[in-house]
């Protein structure tokens, strides 16, 4: 499994490079947001995105884990009685820092600032920036980064495809964060 975990970790150096020239170039920073993104039903769909992550959560120590497990068991349970755009902090954030912040998911790089995807037929569909960003940042003077997400989906689809081949996965995935923290640590908790 280490040649696939070694390649998205290429992957997301390869994110956070392009995301941090384009915080550069809008003079934007997340630091001190007070609308932060981790209080966001993210859901995920990619296994790797899973495996990667579990790399994370083996580096805690045991208190941590028993923390990002009760967190994320509470959080489960909000996010099943709620509406789906409730609002509650992720498991695995702790005083406003991320506990795995280099094994975090791809959505936790990427979010933020606006974004375009060139389609199969040349066209290119463009996305906004967060609630933040568009409300303090968008003006006529604004000038575009084009941060191209298209080639970074490409790679993540096609090393998900060879990994669940590997694995005889088949099926669907769609896991939020508190999710594939359970299905890691719990799993783990099982098989000790
Ligand atoms: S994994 Fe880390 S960066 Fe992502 S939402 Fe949770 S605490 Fe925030």
New binding site residues.
């Given amino acids: 499994m280490d040649k696939y975990l070694q390649r998205i970790g290429e992957i997301f150096k390869a994110i956070d490079s392009i995301y941090d020239a384009a915080l550069n170039h809008y003079r934007f920073s997340c630091k001190g947001c007070a609308d932060?993104?981790?209080?966001?039903k993210?859901d995920h769909h990619t296994l790797i995105e899973e495996l990667f992550?579990a790399e994370g959560l083996r580096e805690l120590d045991a208190a941590g884990k028993k923390a990002a497990v009760s967190h994320a068991e509470e959080v489960v349970k909000v996010h099943n009685t709620s509406p789906e755009d409730v609002r509650v902090?992720?498991?695995?954030?702790?005083n406003g820092?991320?506990?795995?912040?280099e094994h975090?998911?791809m959505?936790?790089?990427i979010h933020g600032v606006p974004y375009e995807m060139h389609k199969r037929d040349m066209s290119i569909e463009y996305g906004i920036g967060c609630h933040r960003f568009m409300s303090e940042m968008l003006s006529e003077d604004l000038k575009y980064f084009p941060l191209n997400r298209t080639m970074f989906y490409v790679e993540m689809a096609r090393l998900e495809k060879e990994v669940r081949e590997k694995l005889n996965y088949t099926g669907e995935y769609s896991k939020t964060?508190a999710e594939m923290v359970l299905s890691i640590l719990k799993e783990n908790q099982t098989e000790n």
């Fill in positions: 932060n993104c981790c209080v966001t993210f992550l902090m992720c498991p695995l954030n702790e820092l991320c506990t795995v912040y975090r998911p959505i936790c790089r964060t």
